[in-house]
């Protein structure tokens, strides 16, 4: 696993539940080290290993944990340069669904050695969807969830998310698009702005 997903974890972890909640995790999981460096590669078993010591620690569903990672990397003022990767992907967030197929091949262009979830997203009738992620490590559909709860709040739509399991390898997420200007969306400039 890139040592960049492994550093969001941690990075999760310690801005929402603090660097002692980190260390505990990090402790019983008994991997060796306190920190993941970036640019390296992991072994997925130890993302897993990560990932079931921060559900014990923190007291939270494995499946809940992975969701609110995924609503994380796109909402806190942390990561927002990740929210931004995602914006430019369309004008609102009919567009930003359409555009999920392509996101591995995005994602290689800035790291080119991140692999990213497989991902397919089949339109079921005006407004209804079926998300499928394939990947190596178990539960990456409840994070793709967290996601795009995440997205759709940033783009003011109103979303009803459900995770249906396992079908032939991928994780199903059902999206139904109930109103596409729901709400205010979250301010997006095309610049970034120094400061």
Known sequence: MHGLVNRAIQRFVTD??????WLAAVERADIGL???EAMLTYEDELTEQVLAAVSDVLDRPYEELLEDIGTYLVSHPNVE??????RFSGVDFTDFLHSLDDLPDRARLAVSDLELPRIELKQHGAGFYRLSVQSRVPGAGHLFTG???AMADDYGALVFLE???NTNGSEVVAVSLLE???AEGRG???GARAG
């Open 34 to 36: 306190t920190e993941f």
């Open 16 to 21: 929402c539940y603090g660097e002692a909640q």
């Open 163 to 165: 995770h249906q399991g």
């Open 188 to 190: 997006f400039d095309l």
């Open 180 to 182: 596409t200007e729901f």
């Open 81 to 86: 340069a990740l929210r931004r990767l995602l």
């Open 147 to 149: 996601v795009l709860r």
